[in-house]
């Protein structure tokens, strides 16, 4: 028996495929995010969506939508179906960042727990990506003057809920996020 060959032809093809991108695949009507949206993915913050499209991965043709987060100079891709099961949501509106500063201007609650327990509720909160969750997280680590130091894990929980909500309310506002940053901290000097 003799083995059968494969026409050249037929291995071109497969590497044609291989080098041309997939085709950007136009939104529906209905899909909830579009090329160029700003999105929140809980665990990494404020992207931007760059391209819905097909890609094929392992054999299997998947809808992927492309989130860049300039920040940390990272690309994230998300299953079309799965977005929603991922937390993957649009900016919050400004119905809801209103609640998100009105939460700020309440009186701090802390638990009296150990603060390792707190710092993983305080985490949690964080990751949800949930601005009011974010919100309630600075306004109980927010410390004003006279008031006692925070340690360092506070500080660092603190600055990372803060660069979440400056985050979105920059892109909600189409500002940078220090100008945001400056904008909650004025914020939270008139509170005191």
Do not use: C
């Amino acid at each position: 028996m003799e083995p059968t060959l494969v026409p050249p032809v037929a291995a071109d093809a497969a590497e044609d495929s291989k080098a041309r991108p997939a085709p950007v695949r136009k939104p529906k009507e209905d899909e909830p995010f579009v090329e160029g949206d700003h999105v929140v993915y809980p665990t990494h913050g404020v992207g931007k969506v760059e391209r819905i499209a097909t890609e094929e991965i392992a054999g299997h043709k998947l809808e992927l939508i492309h989130i860049t987060f300039e920040e940390n100079r990272m690309t994230l891709r998300v299953p079309v179906a799965k977005a929603k099961s991922a937390g993957l949501r649009k900016l919050a509106t400004r119905k809801l960042f209103d609640e998100a500063l009105t939460i700020l201007k309440g009186r701090a609650r802390i638990k009296r727990t150990m603060w390792s327990r707190r710092a993983q509720e305080y985490e949690a909160k964080i990751n949800s990506g949930d601005p009011l969750a974010i919100a309630e997280v600075v306004r109980d680590l927010h410390r004003n003057a006279g008031q006692p130091d925070q340690s360092f894990s506070e500080r660092q929980i603190y600055e990372a809920a803060m660069d979440r909500l400056a985050a979105e309310l920059g892109a909600l506002e189409q500002i940078d996020k220090n100008a945001a940053a400056a904008k909650l901290s004025d914020y939270l000097k008139t509170i005191a």
